[in-house]
Structure formats: structure tokens, C-alpha cells
């Protein structure tokens, strides 16, 4: 089986990937997300890859306070992605890290629990790049089982602290990743 550490790994792989898919001029295009343009988003996973290292070594978000706020990605945003997502693939590839303590803003949970939320992020917005830019939409179907299964018990929570859009319909017979980005409020 499969650690969760390593389904981050291969999230940020495909991410990683999309990234280095944005061209010049795509930067600025509006996502899935209403709220955010392609940059915008890519800085907000990669502020997130920023988060694990000091997170998975014991300091709690209060203790960070916004010194992760903004825009991280400057002149560069490849490459400021490439460093952060190098420095959370190398944190959660640490001894322990699913079993340590990890001080999130609401609560404390397992690095296990932070690597799957994680995940399930990258997942989904390195679908939302795709999308923008017009790049290749398939996503891993074994990340999308393991974003599903994670999500089942998270998806209430979710919603409910309006993380998330509506759970759009699907067609029957709809495929995993349909309905998988259809549970997160996007069509796919």
C-alpha cells in the first residue's frame, strides 16, 4: 500500500508538471476557482508547500502568523514553485512525518491527515491549471481514488466552511474524476 507521503509526491509531480505547462501570456487567465487566476492559485499552493516544512517540524500556523502572506511567487513563478514544492516533497519524505502532530489553525492533526488534505488540494487545482491554460486535463486515476476516499469523510466539513462550491450533478454512469471534480463544485 501506498503511503499518503507519497501520493503527495506524486500530486505534486502532476502539478508540477502544469505548471511548467502556463505559458507567458496565461498567467492572468481565470481558473475554476472565481476568485482566482491562474497565478493567483499557483501561488496559493505553492504558500501551501511553504507551509509544510516549519508545520512538519513542530510550529503551529499562529506561530508562522503572515509571514507566508502575499504573493510568493515574484518574478519567476516557475521557478518559485519548483523550490517550495521541492522543500515539501523533502519534508513529508522525512521519518515519521505521517505520524507526527501538525498545529493547523483549526486543531491538531496527524502529518497523515495534513499530507491528505494537501493532496486533495493539489489534485484538484492542478486540474483547475489545466483547465485555464488548456493543458491536459486527465488526472492520475489512482490520486483520484485516493482524493475520493479521503474527501468522503471531509467533504461535509468542507462545504460547510464554505472551502468548497456546491456538489454539482453528474451524468449517470459519470466517470471517477467527473465525479470526483463534480464533489468539489467544478464540471468536468
Not at 508547500?49 to 506561530?63: C, E, M, R, S, Y
Not at 510568493?72 to 521519518?95: E, I, N, R, S, T
Not at 495534513?114 to 483547475?128: K, N, P, Q, R, T
Request: aromatic content about 6%; charged content about 20%; glycine content about 10%.
Amino acid at each position: 500500500m501506498t503511503a499518503i507521503t507519497d501520493h503527495f509526491r506524486h500530486a505534486v509531480d502532476d502539478m508540477t508538471a502544469r505548471v511548467h505547462g502556463v505559458g507567458d501570456d496565461q498567467w492572468h487567465r481565470p481558473t475554476p476557482c472565481a476568485d482566482w487566476d491562474v497565478r493567483e492559485l499557483v501561488n496559493h499552493v505553492t504558500v501551501e508547500n511553504l507551509w509544510v516544512p516549519p508545520l512538519l517540524a513542530g510550529l503551529a500556523v499562529a506561530d508562522l502568523g503572515d509571514v507566508l502572506a502575499g504573493d510568493v511567487l515574484g518574478a519567476d513563478p516557475v521557478a518559485a514553485w519548483d523550490a517550495a514544492a521541492h522543500k515539501a516533497v523533502d519534508a513529508f519524505a522525512a521519518p515519521s512525518a505521517a505520524d507526527r502532530t501538525v498545529h493547523l489553525s483549526f486543531g491538531d492533526v496527524p502529518g497523515a491527515e495534513y499530507a491528505g488534505e494537501l493532496v486533495a488540494d493539489m489534485v484538484i487545482h492542478s486540474w483547475d491549471v489545466a483547465h485555464a491554460t488548456g493543458g491536459d486535463e486527465r488526472l492520475d486515476p489512482e490520486l483520484v481514488d485516493v482524493v475520493a476516499a479521503w474527501f468522503a469523510g471531509n467533504e461535509e466539513a468542507y462545504r460547510s466552511g464554505g472551502l468548497i462550491g456546491p456538489h454539482l450533478p453528474t451524468r449517470p454512469g459519470a466517470d471517477r474524476q467527473t465525479r470526483l471534480l463534480a464533489a468539489f463544485g467544478r464540471q468536468g
